[in-house]
């Protein structure tokens, strides 16, 4: 899956509308988890909670791919992991340790180089 996983800022086209990935998510659906892009319309971006949609990470046209750092990486592999145990169990204690992640520990660590 982390070669599906786009990185925040690229631009897609998804039901005929350009809009740009600002985030990821899950969401649970018939019991079982699955991992979802948050995106806003581009060029407009976020003007409002409304404004951002969930997407299926498999149903869009890629029109730019973002900037991939190592936190991406990291966080690409993280995703990948949390769907794979999310796939063999309830997860619910896993979705409560996503829900707090922070990043920042990374945050700033590619601009070092």
Known sequence: ??????PIGSVIDYSEKQLMIVGYGLKK?????CLI????????????ADSVKEISVADYKVLFKGYETDAYQMVSKY???????????SGEEVIKQIQGMRMSNYEGKDNER
């Open 37 to 48: 892009y948050l995106a806003v319309p581009f060029p407009l971006g976020y003007t409002s």
């Open 29 to 33: 659906a018939d019991d079982k988890y």
């Open 1 to 6: 899956m982390s070669n599906s996983l786009l």
């Open 79 to 89: 995703m990948d992991i949390v769907v794979s145990i999310l796939s063999h169990g």
